[in-house]
């Protein structure tokens, strides 16, 4: 009888834990875009897991595990494949402009390098909120400043098949 007891609250907890988790994984992905959107977006973990279905066509999904976020992402279709592709070390597919929200803000990352190896000057810390764009034909970007403390957008991943707009929306750099 205990250890049916005792099979049962682990049973219990363990369930419990994990809608605990569901929950704050929710919550953290829809802090990444604007509540009108996130409201009625796919939730889904970076494991592909669905936690939520939607109907507006995005997705939302939480803080990147264990790199030092937050940097939950609202994406489109278009941006959805460039990370999938970039996870694959594959190019993206993608033939319409993308759009992603990253309002809780970023990890640190490399301006230059997908794959995310730290080069003298290249890395990118404190990025708040801010929109990313992007498009199948890249030569659009050629009029954009690819330096991140310009003050304004800039091209992030230049030269990449993973090449985006960063749009800050709060100041960048920090002031």
Known sequence: MIIRLHAASAALLLLSSTAWAGESEIESAM??????LASKATIQTWG???LREG????????????????NPWCADKA?????AALGKGEKPTYDKLGIAYMLAGDAAISNLRPDGKKEEGDWVEGVGAHLMIIVPDQSLFDNISTDPKNGGPWVMWPGTPYAHVMIPIDPYPPQ
């Open 48 to 50: 592909g897991e669905v």
């Open 31 to 36: 802090s990444a875009g604007p509540s009108s």
């Open 55 to 70: 109907s507006n066509g995005w997705v939302c999904l939480p803080d990147v595990p264990d790199d030092g976020g937050p």
């Open 79 to 83: 941006w959805l494949n460039v990370i």
